[in-house]
Structure formats: C-alpha cells, structure tokens
C-alpha cells in the first residue's frame, strides 16, 4: 500500500497542501496523511502515518524537506522504515522520483540530501553576511523593541517590584530585568 504524507508550515499555505494532496493520490496513494505545522513543532499526522504503515507498504511524499527537518532526520526516518520493510518514495527529488526500494535511488537520496543540507547552510551563511554588512553600513536595526523600556525603568524607580511590572505591562518578568540590567550598562 502506498501511503502519502504532506505538510506545510502555516495554515495560509492552504494551496501549498491541496497541491501535495493532488500529488500523492496521483502517485497512487491510497491514504494520505496532511498537516499543517511547523517542522520545527510535533507533528501528530507524520507519528500516525508512520504507525499505520505495514511492512511491504511505502511511504510516498512530495519533496523531503515535507517529511525531514535536516538531513540527519531523513536518513534516521528512512532507516527506520528500512528496517521495518517498508520503502520511500520522494516524488519530487532534483527533479527525479527516487524509491529507496531501488538501492540506486538509496544513495541518490543521501547524496541529495547531503547537497541540501549544504545549500542551505551556505544560503545562512550568506544571509548573516549580508545582515552584518548591513550594521556596519547603519541600515539594519533589527527588530523593533516590544517592550517599553521607559515605562519598565520608570516604574522600578518608583520602586514598583519587577513581577508587578511584568503583570502591568503584559510582559515576562525577565523581560523586566533584562531592561534593567541595560539601563545599568548605559547608565
């Protein structure tokens, strides 16, 4: 049995979803697990895909970052369905289908992966040293503060206790000291 597995990040990647569910059951998937969630979160769909697969079934996604955080993860994964009988089936990989049930496609898969794990630790790379150009030439900031340190500082002078000031302003309180503390280095 062909089982499908997709998922996006967030939920306004609505066509992002539909489009992987398209895929999967025109690659013949007959049951087809979707999510929408962050890879970084739990994700309930891919625990339940992988309990419901049987030995001799296959595990069919669209790309591999859908099913593997980094490259470590899909190759854990795969090997874990390895061991249990059951295949891979990467729809979309460098633009080939790859099936781990071929040892051909087994080694595709880890090279290709490797590659993406490198392409995107050279595209972080990058943008790290476009954002430290950027400070050095004055033109990124960073984020906009979310508290207000004014308020924060002006309340402890008046001698009002920091998990009070935390409650008041709707913040953590070691958002608190972590204001104060500035204040003390800028003073």
């Known amino acids: 049995m062909l089982v499908g597995y997709g998922r996006t990040s967030t939920a306004e990647?609505?066509?992002?979803?539909?489009?992987?569910?398209?895929?999967?059951k025109a690659a013949g998937a007959e049951r087809v697990f979707l999510e929408?969630?962050?890879?970084?979160?739990?994700?309930?769909?891919?625990k339940e895909a992988l309990a419901f697969m049987r030995e001799g079934d296959a595990l069919v996604v669209t790309k591999p970052d859908r099913l593997a955080r980094s490259t470590a993860e899909l190759?854990?994964?795969?090997a874990d369905?390895?061991?249990?009988?059951i295949g891979l089936v990467v729809l979309s990989m460098g633009g080939e289908r790859l099936d781990t049930r071929n040892p051909?496609?087994?080694?595709?898969?880890?090279?290709?992966?490797?590659?993406?794990?490198?392409?995107?630790?050279?595209?972080?790379?990058r943008q790290r040293e476009g954002i430290a150009k950027a400070k050095g030439e004055g033109k990124y900031k960073g984020?906009?503060?979310?508290i207000?340190?004014?308020a924060v500082r002006t309340m402890s002078a008046e001698g009002t206790a920091p998990a009070?000031?935390?409650?008041?302003?709707?913040?953590?309180?070691?958002?608190?000291?972590?204001?104060?503390?500035?204040a003390e280095a800028g003073a």
């Open 13 to 24: 990647q609505e066509a992002g979803l539909a489009g992987q569910d398209r895929d999967l």
């Open 36 to 46: 929408q969630v962050s890879s970084v979160g739990t994700r309930p769909a891919l």
């Open 75 to 78: 190759l854990s994964i795969e």
């Open 81 to 85: 369905l390895t061991k249990r009988g």
């Open 104 to 125: 051909t496609s087994k080694l595709m898969l880890t090279i290709l992966a490797g590659v993406a794990t490198w392409e995107r630790e050279i595209m972080l790379e």
């Open 143 to 146: 984020r906009k503060p979310t």
């Open 148 to 150: 207000d340190v004014a």
């Open 164 to 182: 009070t000031i935390a409650r008041e302003l709707g913040i953590a309180r070691s958002s608190v000291y972590l204001a104060l503390k500035s």
